[in-house]
């Protein structure tokens, strides 16, 4: 099994910053991607952001391009979340997963840990 847990989520103003931490763990952990998707109040979860096990290559859903960036740490087993220039739209449970796949515009991922929740204030 993999294991995921998150942390760093809280509360920011508009504008802010925040920096999310995903510490992954568990077998065949090195060959998954890892991502980030979140799911806001009564919205289905969506896709935020994956990279790849290299780290070259990274996906981010149009909502948060320029904004957010993925990165990880294989050493650690962890992927981060940087998340500047927050909007109160970004408020959201937001999820680690791991193997996360694509197909099309549609993302999903097979392990996913507790969520953290990010709330932007006005």
């Known amino acids: 099994q993999v294991q995921l847990v998150e942390s760093g989520g809280g509360l920011v103003q508009a504008g802010g910053s925040l920096r999310l931490s995903c510490a992954a763990s568990?077998?065949?952990?090195?060959?998954?991607?890892l991502g980030w998707f979140r799911q806001a109040p009564g919205k289905e979860r969506e896709f935020v952001a994956r990279i790849s096990w290299s780290g070259v290559n990274t996906d981010y859903a149009d909502s948060v391009k320029g904004r957010f960036t993925i990165s990880r740490d294989n050493a650690k087993n962890t992927v981060y979340l940087q998340m500047n220039s927050l909007k109160p739209d970004d408020t959201a449970v937001y999820y680690c997963?791991?193997?996360?796949?694509?197909?099309?515009?549609?993302?999903?991922?097979?392990?996913w840990g507790q969520g953290t929740q990010v709330t932007v204030s006005s």
């Open positions: 997963a791991s193997d996360v796949r694509s197909a099309g515009s549609n993302w999903w991922g097979g392990y």
């Open positions: 568990g077998r065949t952990i090195r060959t998954y991607t």
